[in-house]
Structures are given as C-alpha cells and as structure tokens.
C-alpha cells in the first residue's frame, strides 16, 4: 500500500520505513518528500545549503553517490528499494539528531573539491573558497605564493584546495588538535598533494620552526560568547575548540595579529576569516585598516592586512 502524501501540517515519518520504501519510487519523490519533511521539522541550514529544497537535494544526491551537477533528467529514474531505504534513514537521522548534513554524509565540498568530514572537525563553509579559485590573484597578479600556511587548518580544506588550484605552491597546515590533524592528513592522501602539503602539529606558529610564508590563510576560532550560547542546534555538533573563542571571539585572532609577522615575508599577505565578530575587531583596533573583502556567494568578516601594514601598527598589537 503506497504511503499517503503529507500534509501541510503533519509530518510522515510516523509511517514505518517499508511503507515510505514502497511509497517513493522515482529520485523526485524522494527530493519532493524529504524537503517536505526539513521544512516542517523546522531545520537550520548552514552547512552547505542554504533551504529544505537545497538540503534535499544534496541529501539525496549524496546517498545516491552522483554529483551535484548531475543530469535534472535523472529525477525520473526509479530508485531501488535499498536506496530508497538509504535515503528514509537520513532523513530521519537529520531531523532526529539535527547533525549537519555533511557528517551524514562524510563529505563537504569546498572550493569545489570533496573533502572527508566527521565531528572531529568543521564542516568547510567559508567565503575563502572564493579567493582560492581566483588564486589569491588580487595579491599576487603576476606569480603565486610559493609557500602558504593554513593557521587552524581542521579539515585541512583551505590549504589543500589552495595546493590543488596552484600547483607550484607548497603549503602547511597547522593546527592543535591532533584530532583535527587526522582527519587533515586523510584529505591530503583522498587528494594525493603529500609531495607538497604537509600537516603540522602548532599551537598557532609555536609549532613551525620559524617558518616564513608569503601567504598565511586562517579561519580560527572566532565566535563570541553570546553567539556561541545562541547557537542553533546543527552547530553543537562541531568541536567547541574550533568555535568559541572568549568573550568578544577574538581570543585567538588577538595573538595572529600580533605574532603573524615574524611569519611572514616582507611581501607577505595575511587574511584571517572573523564572521561576524568584524565588529569587536573594528572596535578593538580602530586604527587599525583592515581591508573587508566582498564576496560574490556571500560571506562576511575576512580581512586582509599585509606585512607592511602589520609593521605599521605592531604597537597596536602588543
């Protein structure tokens, strides 16, 4: 007996899994019936997608292992039962445990580029992936960095896409957790740049030897006390050590600026992802010029200050 179409305010998941297995037959069932579950479970999207509809598609997509760019064509395609049944046990699981999609899943896109997942790490979201796919070509316009750190590196995402899309750089990722680093070293194998990425064990630059690089990239810790006790449910499940980071969220981005050039060449450039902290910074350091860049995907709170700038105003830093 095919399971009854849901309604505008009751949810189906109360039907046992085999009568939704023989309810949806063709991948558009299944797309149509899991946005209509996400949205009324009420779920927060942030990890990727940004609606029930994009989060159904990547859920369904991502069980079925084909790529987001796949065929709209394929929505007609009858799904085995086993697959429908894949598709039922996420589904429930999202809104269940409210895990973010990619943990589900075990993969993130970033910058274009899968990336293996799991709670020891964030999930890849930030706006960098834009600044990667140009290059870094607004500061470096006729050749590419030659060395780069990716400070608090986690998943290992920012470097490793940076390795992928300049092929001549040769990057390290840094981090302290060892946790983090593990899952760092499987994306560096998944993306076979072992030859020039390497995954360092830091606390910040403690760890690098007095290593300079032309390019240092970070997305740290950076979320205020407030937004991190406000947090919506999805986001409890990603390590608080990559998230929090004192009152006013720059606990960390304090001590970057104020040791990031004894790591920089005198050309260097440092971009620091704060979100939505920008505005405890600007207050902290109203001296300070710190370029905020705009992003066409959107995004906010990366700013960029160059080794010049940060010999300017080392004073302020102290």
Do not use: K
Not at 92 to 110: K, N, Q, V
Request: proline residues 7%; contains cysteine.
């Amino acid at each position: 007996m095919a399971a009854p179409p849901a309604s505008a305010s009751a949810s189906t998941l109360a039907l046992d899994d085999e009568a939704l297995v023989e309810g949806l037959i063709t991948l558009r069932d299944c797309l149509r019936w899991t946005a209509s579950e996400f949205h009324l479970a009420g779920l927060h999207y942030g990890h990727g997608t940004d609606s029930a509809w994009d989060e159904a598609v990547a859920l369904t997509l991502g069980a079925l292992h084909l790529p987001w760019d796949v065929d709209p064509g394929v929505q007609e395609a009858r799904l085995l039962p086993m697959e429908r049944a894949r598709i039922i046990g996420l589904v429930r699981e999202r809104i269940t445990s409210r895990r973010p999609l990619p943990y589900l899943l075990g993969e993130a896109f970033f910058a274009g580029v899968p990336f293996s997942v799991d709670e020891r790490v964030l999930i890849p979201r930030s706006p960098i992936a834009e600044l990667i796919e140009h290059g870094f070509g607004a500061w470096f316009p006729e050749e590419p960095p030659a060395r780069v750190l990716d400070l608090c590196t986690g998943s290992g995402c920012i470097g490793i896409a940076t390795a992928l899309h300049l092929p001549t750089c040769e990057v390290d990722l840094a981090d302290l957790s060892p946790e983090a680093l593990e899952v760092a070293r499987i994306n560096i194998t998944r993306h076979d740049v072992g030859d020039r990425v390497r995954a360092v064990a830091s606390d910040l630059f403690d760890g690098l030897g007095g290593r300079r690089f032309d390019l240092i990239v970070s997305n740290p810790p950076y979320v205020d006390a407030r937004d991190l006790a406000t947090m919506p449910a999805e986001y409890r499940h990603e390590p608080g050590l990559a998230l929090g980071a004192g009152r006013d969220g720059l606990d960390i981005v304090r001590r970057i600026l104020r040791e990031a050039r004894d790591h920089l060449t005198d050309d260097g450039v440092l971009i620091v992802e704060v979100g939505n902290s920008d505005r405890h910074l600007e207050a902290a350091f109203p001296e300070v010029p710190f370029l905020w860049l705009e992003f066409e995907r959107g995004g906010q709170g990366v700013f960029v200050l160059t080794a010049a700038e940060l010999d300017a105003h080392a004073a302020s830093f102290r």
